[in-house]
């Protein structure tokens, strides 16, 4: 079976992000549609505050988690804020399922796995043709639904590493460039 789904990996603060936003911009260079979220982190002050979902193609913005947020739902000194990421990621998502070439979700971690309708839609997509490029909390398999996306065989991890993590965009975009080329989506 043919890898098509990519899950960057690494410790807290290697790049993940970097990466897989690099990743995006060098497919978008070359004519590939894109679409999905990505994650930052917001600081103020140079502290963090919390994490901001981004849909890639319409831009829209919400908030993942922050901190002093009123909610059941924690993680650590964050409290996710469930209707951003549902409202936003989840349809940004759902949107490049049915619109894009490559499915971008930054990220598969503990604040995402709060909500069924990213678990589903995420699965979705697994599901589909279309590749996803996606990072992966390095402890995502503590959880039953990352442990169930690890163990798919059509699913390449790659960990970043202080190493690798500069060269990695340009490695990765090829290979979803050669997976598009072979399915005769693109190019």
């Known amino acids: 079976m043919n890898k098509k789904n990519i899950l960057v990996t690494g410790r807290p603060g290697i ?3 970097t990466c897989v936003r690099r990743v995006a911009e060098l497919l978008l260079s070359r004519g590939v549609n894109v679409g999905g979220m990505i994650t930052l982190e917001v600081r103020e002050r140079g502290k963090r505050i919390g994490f901001q979902i981004i849909d890639i193609q319409r831009g829209l913005r919400g908030w993942l988690a922050k901190v002093d947020a009123l909610g059941k739902l924690r993680v ?3 409290t996710v804020m469930l209707d ?3 409202r936003i990621g989840v349809a940004a998502i759902r949107d490049a399922l049915e619109n894009a070439h490559v499915v971008v979700v930054d990220e598969i971690g503990p604040m995402e796995l709060y909500s069924k309708k990213f678990k589903n839609v995420v699965w979705n997509v ?3 043709s279309k590749p996803l490029l ?3 909390h390095v402890k995502a398999n503590r959880y039953e639904f990352g442990k169930r996306i690890l163990e798919r065989k059509d699913v390449e991890i790659i960990t970043l590493t ?3 993590r500069e060269n990695m965009p340009a490695v990765i975009a090829r290979k979803i460039a050669n997976l598009l080329s072979e399915k005769r989506l693109i190019f």
């Open 84 to 86: 951003d990421l549902e």
């Open 126 to 128: 697994l599901e589909s």
């Open 15 to 17: 790049g993940k992000t």
């Open 76 to 78: 650590g000194k964050y």
């Open 134 to 136: 996606a990072t992966i």
């Open 162 to 164: 202080l190493g690798n």
